[in-house]
Nanobody, 124 residues
Framework: QVQLVESGGGSVQAGGSLRLSCAAS????????MGWCRQAPGKEREFVSV????????AFADFVEGRFTISKDNAKNSVFLQMSSLKPEDTATYYC?????????????????WGQGTQVTVSS
């Protein structure tokens, strides 16, 4: 089992920045990928970004358009999502996720473990 706890959400104006953090615990030694998905009210959960736990390769959804970066700290079992140039359409609950499988190519919200989510609200 892997437990995930997100932090760093909040409310910002359009054009602002936020940094989301996710701390993993439990059987983290077998984790292959950690990612972020988001879900806005009335919409399906959608892929945002993923990073390979060992190699560090990453991928992003097309709508990110270079505004977000993903990073990790293996020693702290943590992954971070730095979001800049935020838009009102980025408003959603952001979920951290982890899996023992390689999720780099999949780019879907298909993960075995999920955090509780953190709210991001961007006002115009």
């Amino acid at each position: 089992q892997v437990q995930l706890v997100e932090s760093g959400g909040g409310s910002v104006q359009a054009g602002g920045s936020l940094r989301l953090s996710c701390a993993a615990s439990g059987r983290t030694f077998s984790v292959n990928a950690m990612g972020w998905c988001r879900q806005a009210p009335g919409k399906e959960r959608e892929f945002v970004s993923v990073i390979s736990w060992n190699g560090g390769h990453s991928a992003f959804a097309d709508f990110v358009e270079g505004r977000f970066t993903i990073s990790k700290d293996n020693a702290k079992n943590s992954v971070f999502l730095q979001m800049s140039s935020l838009k009102p359409e980025d408003t959603a609950t952001y979920y951290c996720a982890a899996d023992y499988r390689d999720r780099l190519v999949t780019r879907r919200c298909d993960y075995g473990y999920w955090g509780q989510g953190t709210q991001v609200t961007v006002s115009s």
